[in-house]
């Protein structure tokens, strides 16, 4: 019938046969489209000057040109100011607009003088530090710019919020002393301070100054202030005066913010070289304050001398991690030294704590001269301190004095800071930046090494393990150390309070007075009362624009709507405007050639059809009549600005200029720009104006290539590019703008690229960079950099196309973003700075984000950006990349070294930097928090949900390329990431499920929970889409939420009796000595309150087993509360989403089989609605405990697997119990056979925890369980995926079998790790155990009932059947030929192999497989984009940096002919010369192909490729692999294409693995929806490759079509059995039927056959949303099978994409499929997991004929229909009575002559009934017949003893007929001996070649005989019967009486009886 005919494999909209396509020059732009080229202008013959700078060689997939349409979409979106959307990504810089710089504050009162030392008057902390200080402000005018706070002293019950009653009544009393010895004696109780009358008072007024100060900062009424206090107060303690300190001012002001403001971040910045431990203990459990402190140390023999001055004190509690003591542990640091600290880690911290206010201890006692800190920094750096701090907390700054002692670098110090608060510029810093010194490298190291734990901003350091041999003198690691010399003793009765400062002799006072002099003279303070601020602007710049395009990307309105934005909030007002100016000649000449000049000057007498032309030869530029003058005014008008900012008449500047100008060449022009204006700006200060050094910091989103070029080897410039790069297809395309372009002759080292490599996906804001990469950039990279530069002049290509909203651009930096590094780059070159308009193409986006940078200018202050910022995973390794290349040339970048992985320190450090999320950036940042909790009681709210903190924007989000629209495609929008984030167990929704007919009722406790519903808001946000649309969105939820879903710790706690030598402790040192304990988290064991845990019946019942049992109650009772303690705050911590998963190891003793139940029991009592598996492997939990506390506990499963030391005492106990009990008895007999345990687990727990969907598994192993060394890893692997890899292992271990269970939990825990190595399993030869069969079978009887997953089973069927055992053949011959015990590839000793950390994943992808298009239909589903959007959402997680990339390569004629023909191969090397149309008509000669002439380039790329990915997983470089190709290949024959294949690149790898790398076992999985036609041609006859496929069959008529694949097809010859097709014969499979096929056919099986190597043919068309499959598979279900495969054989996985042709489904399938292979936790599968009925008959059919091959499928003799299609057969023989053995055979024979064997068979009848089904005898095996009727079968029981007989009649034909030979001389000698081993008991002759060799009962020669060499007929020399090996018959046939008539003659000496 015509409805029954496979469909065609297309997209349905190829023209008719014969029908060519478009016309030529449709081919032609359908070639030029696939090439993605644009034309280059050729270069010019200019005497050598012009030069194509790798432009001929740009791959410009990504251009502008190619963005128009993008942009025109997205012009009709309004930009209007007054429209407000849905989320307005301009909210804080609209915020700030109106927020000017507000006054500074000044405190000071005189009677804080009065407070001076009576008996020494020279005494260090003397009055003339504060008039010293007040002089030198009064004279440098600064005094007058503030505003005075009016002094006060501080009331009582102020200071008594920080001190006590006692400390601050006997400071009173002071007042009231007069008699300078009591004064004196006072003092020397107390260290380092002298007390005088007005003392008190002067403390008062410093302390009330200070909270004044405060108060009017935190308020607003000032922007910010300095509070020149004395006496100094950060020594002060709560109870004791120290230091010359009385009243903690900072401390006591901060406490002050925090209760009376409620404020809830405050950073304290103390440098002051003394360290504050008064402050440090004051907040040393708050979190709420961040304290940072550069201090002297000298390993504590520098004053306070105190241990917690240290870096490892880093706070306690809550405020752990928020405590940094930075120890200075040498003298003589300088400027370097302290702005590495700057950039290192106060700014990075800083940035992440994100303040609301800083007040800082500034002590300039490490300035020069002074003689307490013997340092070397220069006034000049305070302000550059101090302005950098000015940009945190929306400007909020508080400086208030502390110490400092040297008089004249003390007031200069303090006027530069006053300085820098009132905005004035930093000065230049004299002293040349070096590297840092090496005792602060160590300082800070050490320092990031105990805080990354807590702080994500710390990842530029890698991590080393302690056990590798790298050597000591590698300057590449660093190991933190302790050492201590300071006070040891107690602390003294009495304090020195004389001559305890050593004053400076009069030599070094005149050599510090003389340098300081210097300094002044060069660095001091210098007024500029110009005005901050110029700005150009002019109209005639609007003339240039597109005469094609009205609304191109580039166009006029650019600068005029900053200009009136700049104008409407007043920052014109606050500048001075300059009149523009047209560049001259020769000033643009400094750049670029004389040609370029004259052909720009030629623009303007064309007319405009010849610039229409013109500019076609042009990359991304439009001409127009005006566009040189234009591009002149731009230039100049740069020039003007310059001028005027060198020359000192405006201290910044900013140039609103148009056409941009940093990709002009020097001889062309290119990307909208026609003259380079910064570069042209540059020379012109170097040449013209006398700069010695200029900055050019370009952040514009593209490379500024012309800029680059024109500078590369200039020492004088240094170029820094931040830029998107995308591994170069971002537009230039260039490889100049990776990082390892330096520059080159005398400018080598100054060309600095950052490219990130991070993209969007579609409309979707995936992963684009924003505020946390480009700051992080700016802290790492540029800054340190700069500052080692020392610029006279910063320019800034200023592009603002990486903002937010940009059409062009993708990311996602905010305005005020760019105004923070606009600060922070006017700190350099004594603030010149001009900032120059490049891109930017959103209106609204570029306002905001220059009028920030202005204000930035202004000194307004910035809007804080966005808390918690942490860079992605991308763009920390470029940020490491620029460093390794670039630190050879700048010193100041020499803290990229590894850090020990191991707590090397004993303090709980270690471990390697936090884990951070990909792509989570700017306002996302919330969604992915910072381990460290930052309470903000004030800005949250209970009620608030993601949803309503999450931001989207309105604005245009480009995709890297035109989307073209696929059919099908969907989108996933933002708002479906909200709804699925918060809730785990509902991301995954169960819309899409495949129709069913009959749905399961009344099945309460296992209904999935419902997918919650869309509130009203964010429904009116959706567009509206089709409802199919919805449906796809909704299944993709999981998968987008998984992008956060990356590894987290693993904890472990140990519960021991005893101490030193305890087995456990055995354990742990084995895990020591492989690198494992260390990487996890170690939980303190501690045990549990009794009340608790234990209910007063399980109490009772505790006491009454432990009397039954002689127990020790008391003994009991305590340990069941250390397990339980211990057990439940680990099972709580992975809860509560601290750790992955975890591991608790217990000593085998008395009590602990209640210690796991009551942990479960309560943990579940804080976690209400959490579900909870636990499989109890053994005793370790107590089942009479079990079932007291969990009979009647919904939420819990609990799979009881004991050993029983007899098989019968099992069946009472294998019932049913309860519905949420499965208790399952073992016989002990069979405790060592791995492949029994994997097999329980495949087929009977797997189903039903899947079923039950728990949030966690509690996995317990009782010591007798660790029965062979891979058992606990196995298990662990098999579970982890069913809860995202929340596990907790509870693993009970003994003295004798330590050592023995040691190499079981190093493998568990390596698994738990996401290690790739684990313990080698051997799997063993032969059958199952029949206990084994027996046992699964009866729980699945006892719990059909209760779980679907039993009852919906391929094996349900064998439930009602008597029990049997059947020996497989092929099995047999399996073990003996081709399995071997496993050997290990690598030749790396165990211990080296266990130290490869994480599953290393490798990757190869090309965009040259894009080549490969239709020139007939440019929506044909098999498109370019599958491969492109699959690798930019790998990018956009963060897993192509994770993965190592490989380079593509072709695939050789060698490697081809392995598996296709000569012919094939010469066909598809033709296509490259044939035309268009040829190519057309020639792919309708085929089944579902189209052909492009590359498109035989893009196949040996796809070939070549997985060849390349399976040589590197097998060389040991990687464990797995993905393979992102096309075209595919596993429909590809060996003779032709098809279904869109060409070359079978998967059957290729898997020969190639074979014939290159000798492997014996290959597993090839296709799980492509389309049936792996040409995979399983290839392979149908090798044993050594396994192929099983699961696809969509509709009883032959889906795609491709062929009887070929339906389950009975299981191979041929040698390979039958070698071959699995599990065929679907309906549409609308799901998770729930992938799921059943893997844990039901295809794990058991691959298990059995131990591949040394997995290749996966990943076709995605059978997951939801796609067009050609009909199937709803989610991506998570991928994920799931590929976590799965990792754990068959030696792990080796590769995944290579086949099919599916919904882009948004395939490109998070695979990403699904990468994070599983790169070891991350996976989505929990969710909605309704039981198989449908269709489905379990697929499955039932596939075991039925696969189970005499597979004996882990062989659970009976043999197998009888579904329970759908079941027919009880009742056999009609009398039974046999068995009286005795003569009798009974006397019986037989008479039975056997009254059976009509053709009419008596099941078999029979159950085979005719199959072939009814299907037509022309498809299902007919290999040999011509099935199994089933190969050979007639009569079951005889109770005979002679045995449960089963069979009686068998030969088969009268067989297709191996035609190999019987002659008989040689036509006799035969039945007396011969076997040829092997002379044996001559039972032996055969083989008709083929007439050898000689033994039966079965002997050697098996002639089984291996017949296997190796293809001889499948071989004749008994003991009864004379022929059998076949291949249809595993005997056969009696007339070829075969020759050979019987001879074998008789020579036996009996009789001719035989005529045969009939």
Not at 652 to 661: D, W, Y
Request: glycine share 8%; proline share 6%.
């Amino acid at each position: 019938m015509a409805e029954d005919k496979p469909q065609r494999k297309t997209s349905g909209r190829n023209p008719q046969r014969g029908q060519p396509p478009g016309g030529a020059g449709g081919a032609a732009a359908a070639v030029a489209a696939s090439d993605g080229k644009i034309k280059e202008t050729a270069p010019r013959e200019s005497g050598g000057v012009g030069k194509n700078r790798r432009l001929a060689s740009i791959r410009s997939r990504i251009s502008i040109e190619e963005l128009k349409n993008v942009y025109k979409r997205q012009v009709t979106l309004s930009q209007d100011d007054s429209v407000e959307p849905l989320f307005d990504p301009m909210a804080k810089a609209q915020e700030c607009l109106k927020v000017v710089r507000g006054k500074t504050g000044v405190v000071y009162c005189s009677q804080m003088t009065n407070h001076h030392c009576f008996w020494d008057p020279q005494h260090v902390e003397k009055p003339e530090r504060l008039l010293c200080i007040l002089d030198r402000c009064l004279e440098l005018g600064l005094l007058q710019e503030c505003e005075q706070l009016e002094c006060r002293a501080a009331k009582e019950e102020e200071v008594l919020n920080l001190h006590s009653p006692a400390h601050f009544g006997l400071l009173q009393t002071t007042s009231g002393i007069t008699d300078q010895d009591k004064l004196e004696d006072l003092s020397s109780r107390f260290d380092s301070v002298y007390f005088h009358p007005g003392t008190c008072k002067s403390a008062l007024l410093a302390a009330g100054g200070t909270l004044d100060l405060v108060d009017a900062v935190v308020s607003g009424r000032l922007q910010n202030g300095f509070a020149i206090v004395r006496p100094p107060g950060h020594h002060a303690m709560e109870s004791e005066f120290c230091g010359f300190c009385f009243i903690n001012n900072v401390a006591l002001a901060t406490r002050h913010a925090l209760n009376t403001h409620g404020l809830s971040r405050i950073l304290i910045v103390d440098w002051d070289v003394h360290h504050g431990q008064g402050t440090q203990q004051a907040f040393y459990s708050d979190p709420r304050v961040l304290y940072f402190s550069i201090h002297r140390y000298e390993h504590g023999s520098f004053w306070p001398n105190l241990r917690e001055s240290n870096y490892d004190y880093i706070g306690q509690g809550n405020g752990k991690g928020f405590n940094f003591n930075v120890p200075l542990n040498s003298t003589g640091m300088a400027n370097q030294d302290f702005l590495a600290i700057l950039h290192q880690v106060l700014l990075p911290v800083a940035y992440e704590f994100n303040p609301e206010l800083v007040v800082v201890s500034a002590g300039f006692d490490a300035a020069i001269g002074c003689p307490e800190g013997e340092m070397e920094v220069t006034p000049g750096l305070y302000a550059h301190l101090t302005s950098h701090l000015m940009a945190l907390a929306h400007g909020k700054v508080a400086v208030v004095l502390e110490g400092g002692y040297y008089l004249p670098s003390l007031a200069e110090s303090a006027a530069m800071t006053l300085s820098a608060l009132l905005g004035h510029p930093c000065p230049s810093l004299m002293d040349p930046i070096i590297q840092p010194s090496e005792s602060l490298q160590e300082a800070l190291l050490s320092l990031v090494y105990v805080q990354r734990p807590y702080w994500k901003c710390f990842q530029y350091q890698g991590s080393f393990s302690l056990e590798k041999v790298r050597g000591d003198s590698d300057p590449k690691i660093f190991t933190p150390s302790l050492s201590f010399m300071g006070l040891t003793s107690s602390r003294p009765l009495r304090f020195p309070t004389r001559d305890y400062i050593e004053p400076q002799t009069p030599e070094a006072l005149q050599r510090v007075d003389d340098k300081f002099q210097s300094l002044r003279q060069r660095e001091g303070v210098r007024l500029r009362l110009e005005p901050r601020l110029c700005l150009v602007y002019d109209e005639g710049m609007e003339l240039h624009h597109s005469l094609t395009e009205g609304e191109h990307p580039e166009r006029p309105e650019r600068i005029r709507r900053v200009w009136e934005m700049l104008c409407r909030v007043g920052v014109v007002e606050r500048c001075r405007v300059l009149q523009s100016r047209r560049a001259q000649r020769e000033e643009v000449e400094l750049v670029h050639t004389k040609e370029h000049m004259e052909f720009m000057y030629k623009l303007e007498s064309m007319d405009e059809e010849e610039l229409q032309i013109l500019q076609e030869s042009y990359k991304s530029v439009y001409l127009h009549p005006k566009t040189n003058d234009c591009a002149l005014l731009s230039a100049g008008s740069l020039l003007q600005v310059v001028e005027e900012v060198w020359q000192g008449r405006a201290r910044a500047g900013v140039g609103l200029i148009r056409p941009p100008g940093h990709h002009a060449e020097p001889d062309q022009p290119h990307g909208f720009c026609f003259y380079n204006n910064v570069a042209v700006a540059a020379r012109h200060a170097i040449h013209n104006l006398g700069c010695q050094r200029v900055l050019i910091v370009d952040w514009d989103v593209h490379h500024g290539n012309g800029i680059q070029h024109a500078f590369e080897e200039e020492p004088r410039v240094l170029y820094v590019s931040l830029h998107r790069y995308d591994h170069g297809l971002f537009f230039p395309s260039s490889e100049d703008a990776n990082f390892d372009r330096v520059g080159r002759g005398p400018g080598e080292g100054f060309t600095i690229n950052i490219p990130w490599n991070k993209v969007h996906k579609g409309e979707r804001m995936m992963s684009g960079m924003g505020d946390a990469e480009y700051m992080a950039a700016f802290t790492q990279v540029v800054l340190p950099v700069a500052y080692q530069f020392n610029p006279q002049l910063v320019l800034v290509a200023a592009g603002f196309d990486a903002a937010r909203g940009d059409p062009l651009g993708g990311c996602r930096t905010s305005p005020e973003c760019y105004g923070h590094m606009t600060s922070l780059l006017s700190g350099l070159a004594e603030g010149r700075a001009v900032l120059a308009l490049e891109g930017g193409y959103n209106l609204t986006t570029i306002s905001y984000c220059m009028t920030l940078c202005a204000k930035a200018l202004l000194g307004d202050p910035m809007p804080p950006l966005e808390a918690q910022l942490v860079p992605n995973k991308s763009a920390v390794q470029t940020i490491n990349d620029v460093i390794n290349t670039h630190s050879k040339y700048w010193s100041a970048l020499c803290f990229q070294v590894d850090l020990p992985l191991q707590d090397v320190l004993q303090q709980g450090c270690g471990g390697g930097p936090q884990g951070v999320d990909s792509g989570v950036s700017g306002s996302e940042a919330s969604l992915s928090p910072s381990p460290i909790s930052i309470p903000s009681p004030a800005k949250s709210s209970p009620d608030s949900s993601p949803s309503t903190t999450a931001t989207t924007s309105p604005y245009v989000s480009a995709p890297s390329s035109p989307a073209k629209p696929i059919l099908m495609e969907c989108e996933v929008k933002a708002g479906d990431v909200q709804e699925c984030l918060p809730d785990s167990k509902e991301t995954a929704s169960s819309v899409g499920a495949r129709p069913r007919t009959q749905q399961q009722k009344n099945s309460p406790n296992r209904t999935p929970h419902r997918p919650r519903q869309a509130s009203n808001q964010s429904v009116g946000r959706q567009r509206s889409t089709p409802k199919k649309h919805g449906k796809i969105s909704a299944a993709m939820q999981a998968a987008v939420a998984s992008q956060s879903l990356v590894k987290g710790p693993t904890g472990v706690v140990c519960v021991e009796r005893d101490k030193g030598g305890s087995p456990v402790e055995t354990v742990v040192n084995q895990c020591l000595a492989f690198d494992l304990w260390q990487a996890c988290s170690v939980l303190p064991s501690q045990p549990a309150m009794k009340a608790e845990v234990f209910p007063e019946k399980i109490l009772q019942h505790l006491c009454s087993v432990s009397v039954m049992s002689g127990q020790h109650q008391e003994g009991t009772g305590d340990v069941s509360l250390q397990v339980a303690g211990s057990v439940a705050r680990l099972l709580q911590e992975v809860l509560d989403g601290k750790f992955q998963n975890g591991m608790a190891l217990m000593q085998a003793i008395d009590g602990l089989h209640c210690g796991v139940a009551m942990a479960v029991y309560s943990v579940l009592g804080i976690h209400r609605k959490a579900r909870v598996v636990i499989v109890d492997f053994g005793n370790c939990v107590e089942l009479g405990i079990l079932e007291h506390v969990f009979s009647h506990e919904p939420r819990v499963l609990v799979l009881s697997v004991r050993q029983c030391q007899y098989a019968s005492q099992s069946t009472s106990r294998n019932k049913e119990r309860c519905s949420n009990f499965l208790n399952i008895d073992i016989n002990c007999n069979i405790a060592e056979n791995s492949r029994d345990y994997l097999t329980l687990a495949h087929q009977v727990l797997l189903p039903v925890v899947y079923e039950f969907q728990p949030d966690l598994v509690v996995m317990t192993a009782a010591f007798e369980w660790n029965i062979y060394p891979a058992f606990l890893s196995n298990m662990a692997g098999l579970f982890m995926p069913v809860t995202s890899d929340r596990l907790v292992m509870a693993v009970e271990i003994d003295q004798q079998g330590s050592k023995i269970a040691g190499e079981g939990i190093v493998g568990a825990l390596s698994t738990l790790l996401g290690s790739s190595w684990h313990p080698k399993m051997m799997l063993e030869s032969g059958s199952l155990r029949p206990e084994l069969c027996q046992t699964i079978l009866q729980v699945m009887k006892a719990q059909q009932g209760s779980w679907k997953s039993l009852r919906y089973h391929a094996l349900a069927s064998l439930v009602t059947s008597s029990s049997g055992k059947q020996e497989s053949l092929l099995l047999n011959r399996l073990h003996q030929q081709i399995i071997k015990p496993q050997e290990d590839v690598s030749s790396e000793p165990k211990e080296q192999q266990c130290l490869k950390a994480g599953q290393s994943v490798c990757l190869v992808y090309s965009e040259s497989m894009k080549e490969h298009i239709s020139y007939a239909d440019s929506t044909h589903p098999e498109c370019p984009d599958r491969i492109s959007c699959i690798f930019e959402q790998l990018c956009n997680f963060g897993i192509v940096e994770r993965c190592h990339r490989l380079k593509p390569r072709e695939a050789t004629l060698q490697e081809l002919e392995r598996v296709h023909s000569s012919r094939h191969i010469k066909f598809m090397s033709g296509l490259q010369a044939m035309k268009p149309s040829e190519l057309h008509h020639l792919a309708n000669s085929f089944d579902s192909i189209y052909l492009h002439r590359r498109t035989n380039h893009c196949a040996l790329l796809a070939a070549g490729s997985v060849l390349t990915t399976v040589d590197c997983v097998m060389s040991g470089s990687c464990q797995h692999g993905m393979a992102v190709v096309r075209p595919p290949g596993h429909h590809a024959e060996r003779n032709n294409p098809c279904g869109f294949c060409f070359y079978n690149s998967v059957g290729v790898a898997a020969q190639h693995a074979i014939t290159s790398h000798h492997l014996e076992r290959v597993l090839v999985l296709d799980w492509d929806v389309h049936h792996g036609n040409g995979t399983q041609h290839m392979f149908e006859s090798d044993p050594r490759v396994l192929y099983i496929s699961i696809h969509r069959y509709d009883h032959g008529r889906f795609f491709p079509g062929s009887a070929d694949a339906n389950y009975n097809r299981v191979g041929l010859k040698k390979g039958k059995g070698f071959n699995i097709n599990i065929p679907w014969n309906n549409g609308g499979m799901g998770d729930a039927e992938y799921l059943a096929a893997f844990l039901e056919v295809v794990l058991p099986v691959a298990t059995e056959f131990n591949p040394q190597l997995v290749l996966v043919s990943a076709g995605f068309d059978a997951a939801v949303g796609d067009p050609l499959g009909g199937y709803n598979v989610t991506p998570e279900c991928y994920g799931h099978m590929t976590k799965f495969l990792t754990s068959v054989g030696d792990g080796r996985v590769i995944v290579a994409l086949e099919g599916g042709y919904n882009l948004t489904s395939i490109s998070y399938c695979m990403t699904l499929c990468a994070k599983a292979l790169l070891g991350d936790p996976l989505p929990s599968l969710s909605g309704n997991l039981t198989p449908c009925q269709n489905a379990v008959d697929s499955l039932t059919s596939v075991v039925g004929a696969h189970c005499k091959f597979w004996s882990s499928l062989n659970l009976k003799g043999k197998m009888v229909e579904s329970p759908r299609k079941q027919n009880s057969f009742k056999s009609t023989q009398r039974p046999i009575s068995s009286t005795t053995s003569a009798q009974a055979v006397d019986e037989l024979a008479a039975s056997l002559c009254q059976v009509n064997i053709g009419e008596a068979s099941p078999r029979r009848t159950q085979t005719e009934e199959k072939k009814e089904e299907t037509s022309g005898g498809e299902l007919e095996g290999a040999c011509g017949g099935s199994h089933e009727d190969s050979t007639t079968t009569l079951i005889l029981s109770e005979c002679l003893g045995a449960q089963e007989l069979y009686a068998v009649v030969p088969v009268s034909w067989c297709p191996h007929l035609e190999e019987v030979q002659p008989v040689p001389d036509g006799t035969l000698s039945t007396s011969s001996a076997c040829e092997e081993c002379h044996d001559t008991s039972e032996n055969w002759c083989c008709l083929t070649c007439y050898k000689v060799l033994c039966g079965r009962f002997v050697a098996e020669h002639m089984l291996m005989h017949g296997v190796c060499e293809e001889h499948h007929l071989v004749l008994s020399f003991s009864d004379l019967s022929t059998w076949c090996y291949a249809c595993d018959s005997y056969v009696h046939n007339p070829a075969l009486f020759e050979a019987k008539r001879a074998a008789h003659l020579d036996k009996f000496g009789l001719e035989p009886p005529e045969c009939s």
